[in-house]
């Protein structure tokens, strides 16, 4: 059984920082690339960034230069480093897991940037 779990969520005021972690477990092989994706109220869920397993890096335009990916592939686990935090990152952030016949999702993680 796969488990994928986000971890590092809260609450923090704008120019504030946060660290997400995602941990995948379990009878998970050939992770391809990771991803993150993040859920604001009343809108579509969008890919924040994404590293795939050779260390590639991809980002939305409003998070490029604030964002920072990363992942440890022994450890099956990924980081999003979020600096200079603004109210529209507010989100539910998901964890994506994607192998060569399918992809997993964490059940996410609250991320509420206010003063």
């Known amino acids: 059984q796969v488990q994928v779990v986000e971890s590092g969520g809260g609450l923090v005021q704008p120019g504030g920082s946060l660290r997400l972690s995602c941990a995948a477990s379990g009878s998970i092989f050939n992770i391809y690339a990771m991803g993150w994706y993040r859920q604001a109220p009343g809108k579509q869920r969008e890919l924040v960034a994404a590293i795939t397993s050779g260390g590639s890096t991809s980002y939305a335009d409003t998070v490029k230069g604030r964002f920072t990916i990363s992942r440890d592939n022994a450890k099956n686990t990924m980081y999003l480093q979020m600096n200079s935090l603004k109210p529209e990152d507010t989100a539910v952030y998901y964890c994506?897991?994607?192998?060569?016949?399918?992809?997993?999702w964490g059940q996410g993680t609250q991320v509420t940037v206010s003063s």
């Open positions: 994506n897991v994607l192998t060569a016949v399918t992809n997993y």
